[in-house]
T-cell receptor, first 114, second 113 residues
Framework: TQLLEQSPQFLSIQEGENLTVYCNSSSVFSSLQWYRQEPGEGPVLLVTVVTGGEVKKLKRLTFQFGDARKDSSLHITAAQPGDTGLYLCAGDSRGGGSNYKLTFGKGTLLTVNP | NAGVMQNPRHLVRRRGQEARLRCSPMKGHSHVYWYRQLPEEGLKFMVYLQKENIIDESGMPKERFSAEFPKEGPSILRIQQVVRGDSAAYFC???????????FGSGTQLSVL
């Protein structure tokens, strides 16, 4: 069974601080996705990383896929209250680009205080 | 431009009753996926359906759970004889083609008393 471990589980910071959250596995994934989920809503895709070592930037968010495609990190620069939410990583378990049988981590609950 | 619509948002059932969860995919999407989020757990894949066909049900419990996506109308996830352990948030997602980005609905929170 493929598992994704996310850390930290909870993170509370002040506006303007930087932070990094991690997603680790002992398994190799063909791709890894990061989602943000607001309370009472479904996850919304932020980014997909496919190539080992890949780095993608989305405004103040930087996503990195490990060289061995087993781990990933999300770095947020100058966090804002609007970044508050549950950040989930998900790996494509089935592979082959099917992208539907995703293994999700339990998430990092981020709170950015004004 | 409506997203993935799920209803009801909240569903309360007593043990032994049936639960029916509905999902209307985004316009133009013919691929539907159901996930379950148990308390303190990550989302887990249940089933993948295309119009009138079940493509992959490897994540579905073998008993009491069934899913359909008829030619007309929403996809339905049906849970018969619910038990307390079925209490969870059930999310539906859709995509225009397999392999493409999943769009998730807001979920149905099922509570079994």
């Amino acid at each position: 069974t493929q598992l994704l471990e996310q850390s930290p589980q909870f993170l509370s910071i002040q506006e303007g601080e930087n932070l990094t959250v991690y997603c680790n596995s002992s398994s190799v994934f063909s791709s890894l996705q990061w989602y943000r989920q607001e309370p009472g809503e479904g996850p919304v895709l932020l980014v997909t990383v496919v190539t080992g070592g890949e780095v993608k930037k989305l405004k103040r968010l930087t996503f990195q896929f490990g060289d061995a495609r087993k781990d990933s990190s999300l770095h947020i620069t100058a966090a804002q209250p609007g970044d508050t939410g549950l950040y989930l990583c998900a790996g494509d378990s089935r592979g082959g680009g099917s992208n539907y049988k995703l293994t999700f981590g339990k998430g990092t609950l981020l709170t950015v205080n004004p | 431009n409506a997203g993935v619509m799920q209803n009801p948002r909240h569903l309360v059932r007593r043990r032994g009753q049936e639960a029916r969860l509905r999902c209307s995919p985004m316009k133009g999407h013919s691929h539907v996926y159901w996930y379950r989020q148990l308390p303190e757990e990550g989302l887990k894949f249940m089933v993948y359906l295309q119009k009138e066909n079940i493509i992959d049900e490897s994540g579905m419990p073998k008993e009491r759970f069934s899913a359909e996506f008829p030619k007309e109308g929403p996809s339905i996830l049906r849970i018969q004889q619910v038990v307390r352990g079925d209490s969870a948030a059930y999310f539906c997602a859709s995509s225009p083609r397999v392999g493409e980005k999943l769009f998730f609905g807001s979920g149905t929170q099922l509570s079994v008393l």
